[in-house]
């Protein structure tokens, strides 16, 4: 569908700024589809981004919603994975599996049967079949030491598997096989294989305090942080003022006790009359 020249311009404008913020503001990723959607509800790609917004916003039902729209405008199988992933978001991984089996699956490309495969692992998680999850990610792209950009998330979400499931040394090896396949991020992999490894990170100052560099606690030793940063002559001389200071204020406060005047005991006297009267 064509639209005129003005009204393309400004659906368009708003697909970027949902492109462009889905990942780090996804709220106004929303707002911005659905201005979109406003002005152009009968074109596919404006419904396949308002779905995805929605998805990211977890309005699962709404992205549902727009993902059917833009199947039927388009007869593409290409967001099959995504939509069986909003009804596992509907609390209906029954369904999610339901999907896994239908002929659509076998019209995807290579990363959406990957992803479709990712889907249905999740919804046998949801449903407490830890085993076959772990089953249904087995296969030759697991097996494959070629790197897609599906690979690392793959390879992460094997290893989660293993983890749940207690097999703690072969997941310790899928997530860093997925590590080593991520080279853009993806996945919090090195994380999960710190914190395996027994590996803490620590604030070593307090939140009030600027802290030059993070320090790593492992196996009881400190590693990291800006040594030449700490001027330890400087820091006792501030200490040795800092106590003349007290034993002076001390002094003070000790002659001030015993040096009191007539009028601080007419005072007391007032005080003390006021108080019988």
């Known amino acids: 569908m064509s639209l005129p020249k003005t009204l393309a311009e400004d659906v368009a404008r708003n697909l970027v700024m949902v492109a462009r913020l889905i990942d780090e503001d996804p709220d106004q990723a ?3 589809s659905r201005i979109a959607l406003r002005l152009a509800s009968r074109v596919a790609a404006v419904r396949e981004a308002a779905g995805f917004a929605a998805y990211a916003t ?5 992205a549902l919603a727009e993902f059917r729209a833009s199947r039927r405008m388009t007869g593409s199988v290409e967001l099959w994975p995504v939509m069986a992933d909003c009804e596992r ?3 209906r991984p029954e369904r999610a599996m339901a999907m896994a089996g239908e002929p659509e699956v076998q019209k995807l490309d290579k990363a959406g049967q990957v992803e479709m495969r ?3 692992a999740g919804a046998r998680r949801d449903m407490g079949q830890i085993d076959a999850a772990i089953v249904t990610l087995q296969g030759p792209e697991l097996a494959s030491n070629a790197v897609h950009s599906w ?3 793959l390879r992460y979400a094997y290893a989660d598997a293993l983890l749940e499931a207690g097999r703690e040394d072969e997941a310790r090896e899928w997530f860093g096989k997925a590590l080593e396949a991520d080279k853009d991020g993806a996945t919090d992999a090195s994380d999960r294989l710190a914190a395996l490894d027994g590996v803490d990170f620590v604030d070593a100052l307090g939140d009030d305090e ?3 560099a993070t320090s790593v606690v492992a196996d009881g030793a400190t590693v990291g942080g800006d040594t030449d940063a700490v001027d330890t002559d400087g820091r ?3 200490d040795d003022e800092q106590d003349d200071v007290e034993r002076n204020d001390v002094e003070r406060n000790d002659v001030e006790r015993n040096d009191v005047g007539p009028d601080d005991d007419e005072q007391d006297d007032d005080v003390d009359g006021s108080a019988k009267a």
Do not use: I, M, N, S
């Open 30 to 32: 929303y707002a911005y």
């Open 58 to 62: 977890q309005k699962y039902a709404e």
């Open 89 to 91: 978001g509907l609390g």
């Open 118 to 120: 990712l889907v249905a």
């Open 151 to 153: 690979t690392p998330r």
């Open 210 to 212: 600027e802290q030059p």
């Open 236 to 238: 006792d001389e501030l």
